[in-house]
């Protein structure tokens, strides 16, 4: 088990380009979360998955991001139209149980929009 | 709305020392908190929590204090080690059935040797 990974690691991008982050949950994990960081906040949830349904969306979960867990197993977070203030690592996480014995993260997708 | 606060940006101590970090929640619904310590370059990782049925939860060398009258948790490590040294978060959620964490803005600890 090599724990969640998430690809890529750093993401520069042109504002209003559109960019897809991928994650890979720990396999026997059938919950799935993204989170955003921004400079000097903690995480900030977006949204969950239980499977492949997407059970809960943060409101920062803007018209322009969407993302989707096909099979219950890898999910992508996708944005459209980026904008500077996009700019922030995006996390994901996986759990078996809820938040009981708290969430394996992986190391983040750093997007920085120019 | 800051539902989880830590007011501390930066922590420094002695390697040795006892290392106390601590958080304040607003939101009354919490009843399950926890810690993640997060390196550079990494994300957060899982530390300790604690239940609101309880006041302290004790792993080691470190254990989280609940006061649910004043809405504050502190987490102690002792003895404080140079490998210690991270950004500390305070996570909270409304129940251990919860999905979602509410997080503060961390609190960077220095152990110096």
């Known amino acids: 088990d090599t724990g969640v990974s998430q690809d890529p690691r750093h993401k520069i991008t042109k504002r209003g380009q559109n960019v897809t982050f991928r994650c890979d949950p720990i396999?026997?994990?059938?919950?799935l979360y993204w989170y955003r960081q921004t400079l000097g906040q903690g995480p900030e949830f977006l949204t969950y998955?239980?499977?492949?349904?997407?059970?809960?969306k943060s409101r920062l979960l803007s018209d322009r991001f969407s993302a989707e867990r096909p099979k219950g197993s890898f999910s992508t977070l996708e944005i459209q139209r980026t904008e500077q203030g996009d700019s922030a690592m995006y996390l994901c996480?996986?759990?078996?149980?809820?938040?009981?014995?708290?969430?394996?993260f992986g190391s983040g997708t750093r997007l920085t929009v120019v | 709305d800051q539902q989880v606060k830590q007011n501390s940006p930066s922590l420094s101590v002695q390697e040795g020392r006892i290392s106390i970090l601590n958080c304040d929640y607003t939101?009354?619904?919490?009843?399950?908190f926890l810690w993640y310590k997060k390196y550079p370059a990494e994300g957060p990782t899982f530390l300790i929590s604690?239940?609101?049925?309880?006041d302290k939860n004790e792993d080691g060398r470190f254990t989280v204090f609940l006061n649910k009258s004043a809405k504050h948790l502190s987490l102690h490590i002792v003895p404080s080690q140079p490998g210690d040294s991270a950004v500390y978060f305070c996570?909270?959620?409304?129940?251990?059935?919860?999905?979602?964490?509410?997080f503060g803005t961390g609190t960077r600890l220095t152990v110096i040797p």
């Open positions: 939101n009354s619904m919490f009843d399950y």
């Open positions: 996570a909270a959620s409304e129940g251990t059935g919860a999905n979602n964490l509410f």
């Open positions: 996480a996986s759990s078996l149980f809820g938040v009981n014995y708290g969430y394996t």
């Open positions: 396999s026997e994990h059938n919950r």
């Open positions: 998955f239980q499977n492949e349904a997407q059970l809960e």
């Open positions: 604690i239940s609101s049925i309880k």
